[in-house]
């Protein structure tokens, strides 16, 4: 298998709260593109075994080994892989708020080359602006942990609680609407076993976030369901967790490197201009996640006649 490495991923919030029903081979190939993408767009430099290439259309062409999508070395499931290639390409995410709704498809022409098993796959520009849009906020989970789960509930709800510290309330059937189940688990019994209690129980055994939950009744029937989140911290990456408490407790942290070299490559900032405003980069690196946050507004940046100052002027108006 193409070794999965932990790291944070961050998932737009639009893709956690998007309406679809994926199988877990689906969902893995998801966590894959957006770890890819992630990695793009902070300018790190790609093993030569993926690839991220602009067409002359606009669209995103991705590469990577048909292995990157299975759980772990035991699985040689590649039948499976491909069923899941061949499902998301005729498969749409469905998301609304309450300024609009779109029907966003997932991936187009997929293709694996037999003879060096690699898998080939284009993103529609929308869908690529989807991945990337944190303009609405974003979860971050492990990228291992994620992969591992054997339940689709399981990783749904593990992308919903992740860093989730206040209890949340949905009704039942928002929750069915979100997970692509409208139409199962008639009985509130069936949701709870089916769903819920199959999520938690896996969440309970291995996830850096669980949950307990309750139902709230509206007249006599259950309407809706609370859920509390629960950390676990016996299960996050020990390595994970030392970086993020550097990040909060550093009185001296620094502008790393390829912070600098996306505003400088990608927004035309000077080094005197970084330094300029060095205080609010450093801020806003310590408070948000700064590469993730100029990649969400790239596109309204080339339409500004003042990209420098478009940025300096969007990332005030973030931190306050």
């Known amino acids: 298998m193409a070794k999965v490495n932990n790291k944070d991923v ?22 894959r593109i957006i770890e890819l993408l992630q990695e793009h767009t902070e300018g790190k430099r790609l093993n030569n075994k993926y690839k991220v290439e602009l067409d002359l259309f606009g669209d995103t062409q991705i ?26 390409e005729s498969k749409s995410i469905e998301y609304e708020d309450d300024r609009m709704w779109k029907l966003l498809r997932v991936i187009q022409a997929p293709s694996v080359n037999k003879y060096d098993s ?32 054997e339940s689709i509930y399981a990783m749904r709800f593990y992308e919903i609680l992740s860093g989730q510290k206040t209890p949340l309330t949905y009704t ?3 929750l069915k ?32 976030y669980t949950f307990d939950y309750k139902f709230n009744k509206q007249g006599r029937a259950f309407h809706s369901v609370t859920l509390f989140p629960k950390y676990q911290p ?15 407790v550093s009185l001296s942290w620094d502008l790393p490197k390829n912070v600098a070299d996306y505003l400088k490559h990608n927004f035309g900032f000077t ?3 970084i330094k300029n405003n060095i205080d609010l980069f450093k801020k806003a690196h ?12 790239k596109g309204k940046v080339r339409e500004s006649n003042n990209p420098q100052g478009y940025v300096i002027g969007a990332i005030k108006k973030q931190l306050n």
């Open 271 to 273: 080094t005197d201009g």
């Open 177 to 208: 609407d979100i997970f692509g189940i409208s139409n199962k688990y008639k009985y509130v019994k069936d949701f709870r076993i089916y769903v819920l209690d199959t999520a938690k129980n896996e969440l309970d055994k291995c996830s850096p």
């Open 234 to 248: 016996q299960f996050r990456d020990d390595n994970l967790e030392k970086h993020d408490l550097q990040k909060q």
């Open 286 to 297: 310590s408070e948000i996640d700064l590469i993730q946050f100029l990649a969400s507004i």
């Open 118 to 149: 690699f898998v080939e796959f284009r993103l529609d520009k929308k869908i690529y602006d989807a991945f990337l849009d944190f303009s609405k906020g974003f979860r971050k989970y492990e990228l291992v942990t994620a992969m591992q789960f």
């Open 10 to 31: 961050l998932q737009s919030y639009i893709l956690t709260t998007a309406k679809y029903e994926f199988s877990v081979y689906e969902k893995r190939i998801l966590y």
């Open 172 to 174: 039942i059937d928002a």
């Open 63 to 88: 590469s990577m080994p048909i292995n990157a999508f299975l759980k772990d070395s035991q699985d040689k499931n590649y039948v499976q892989v491909k069923k899941a290639l061949r499902d998301l």
